[in-house]
């Protein structure tokens, strides 16, 4: 099954600034989205980009809705229709009117399967949380005290056990964090806290 996307220019430049309302996201995570496991995932995806463009990017509350709505929404079609995945969301976006840059984000966070290399900094953000943020949190689920404390040095013997979250690539994040230009160190560092949070609040809902 391919998943490659065949096109690299998503969206329409007149759209530019155009996002979803919260409500509207909301909406659309609920009716897509119903493997609690995966909303979980989405919701600290997007809890790392929102914090990462208003801690690290200087963005405000407005802007940072545009990274935390790319991460809210990167897997949306997983769920239900994996052989469109990426396909149908974007799709769906693109009639919505959604930013490009939202949209573009989206489509190349995960460049080998959709052949969409990340070109701006919220590509390679959400491309660099997509997989450390599954690791990370797999590591909580077999600790006694799951996130509490967490530290770098745990996080990095899990990623060199191979056999532990096999189904987190090893290669994705070592290319993610070479392309965004950030150590693993510091985007461990960052992740552990902000994952932390968003992960006891946000239920099955
Ligand atoms: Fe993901």
């Not at 984000?105 to 969409?116: D, P, Q, T």
Request: hydrophobic residues 40%.
């Amino acid at each position: 099954m391919s998943l490659q996307l065949g096109r690299s220019v998503f969206g329409d430049p007149l759209h530019t600034g155009n996002t979803l309302t919260r409500e509207e996201a909301m909406q659309l995570f609920d009716e897509w989205v119903l493997n609690p496991r995966l909303k979980l995932h989405m919701l600290q995806v997007a809890a790392l980009m929102k914090a990462w463009a208003l801690e690290k990017e200087g963005l405000n509350e407005s802007g940072s809705w545009h990274w935390e709505m790319a991460g809210l929404l990167h897997d949306a079609d997983w769920d239900q229709w994996p052989e469109l995945h990426c396909k149908k969301i974007i799709e769906e976006l693109e009639k919505r009117k959604v930013d490009p840059e939202i949209i573009h984000a989206i489509a190349s966070h995960g460049h080998l399967h959709f052949g969409v290399i990340p070109e701006t900094k919220m590509d390679k953000m959400l491309y660099a949380f997509d997989e450390l943020s599954g690791l990370i949190h797999a590591y909580s689920l077999m600790r006694p005290g799951g996130y509490a404390g967490m530290d770098l040095t745990g996080v990095k013997k899990r990623l060199k056990e191979k056999s532990f979250a096999a189904n987190v690539s090893r290669d994705d994040i070592s290319d993610a964090c070479e392309r965004a230009g950030i150590p693993l160190d510091e985007l461990v560092a960052f992740i552990i806290p902000v994952q932390a949070a968003a992960g006891s609040g946000v239920g099955n809902d």
